[in-house]
């Protein structure tokens, strides 16, 4: 899980405001979604996918257990003035069957924990967007195979569910103030390994922009996996 500290909302935030990557997961997206389609969004974070979302459906209601991250989504609703988009804290697992029509979850947890609860709780659909490779990551998916894209798609195929894949490249890069910031921002990421920090700023850091003088590129592929309800084995009772 994520570890989300007050700096690292702002590094966040900042890295939204400097790319366009939440606009293209979007749309990466919204072509399976419908008007009238009433969303919720699990392990939602800052919930930047959803506010881009929020125009094009019905309804949609974020869910998470870090109320930091829950404020400032709080925050951007009020100032964007969106009244289909909702916050809760709750325990999504409780969630009643079939409650919304699709459910998304993005970068959040494995197939293997939660599959099963995200197709009861979804009439339509459930789904799962992934990143690929990121190099800003926290996670140690050590005994976990199924965080990954590919272990994502196997434990699909291994268990006869039909789905759908598509992807897209995309840069969630991460401006930069200062040196010191930017070893605090590798050494939080755990993204230079046994490697000293100097050393991999020398190699990454690159000239920043819009007023920032460093920048860590983050290049990506994002994959989306489209999972109908009514296609999964145990719905047809094979």
């Known amino acids: 899980m994520f570890r989300w500290t007050e700096e690292s909302i702002k590094w966040w935030q900042r890295a939204k405001a400097y790319s366009n990557h939440y606009k293209e997961m979007a749309e990466l997206v919204l072509p399976y979604l419908e008007k009238e389609e009433r969303i919720f969004d699990i392990g939602c974070g800052l919930g930047y996918i959803d506010l ?72 339509k659909q459930v789904l799962i967007l992934k990143r690929n490779r990121s190099k800003f990551s926290q996670e140690d998916c050590n005994g976990k195979p199924f965080y990954s894209v590919a272990g994502c798609e196997n434990y699909l195929k291994n268990h006869y569910i039909s789905f759908q894949k598509v992807s897209v490249y995309s840069d969630f890069g991460q401006p930069l103030q200062s040196l010191e910031e930017a070893k605090r921002f590798v050494l939080f990421h755990r993204i230079n390994g046994t490697e000293p920090i100097e050393e991999y700023l020398e190699q990454h850091l690159e000239e920043g922009r819009y007023g920032y003088p460093y920048y860590l590129s983050n290049r990506k592929e994002m994959c989306l996996f489209v999972i109908p309800k009514e296609t999964t084995k145990d719905e047809k009772g094979n």
């Open 52 to 123: 881009e979302l929020a125009s094009y459906v019905r309804q949609i209601r974020c869910f998470d257990i870090e109320k930091k991250v829950l404020r400032e989504l709080k925050k951007e609703v009020e100032s964007q003035n969106l009244t289909n988009l909702s916050v809760s804290h709750e325990d999504w697992l409780q969630l009643p069957d079939q409650s919304c029509d699709s459910l998304l979850a993005c970068s959040f947890g494995s197939m293997e924990e939660y599959l099963e609860d995200f197709l009861r709780i979804a009439k």
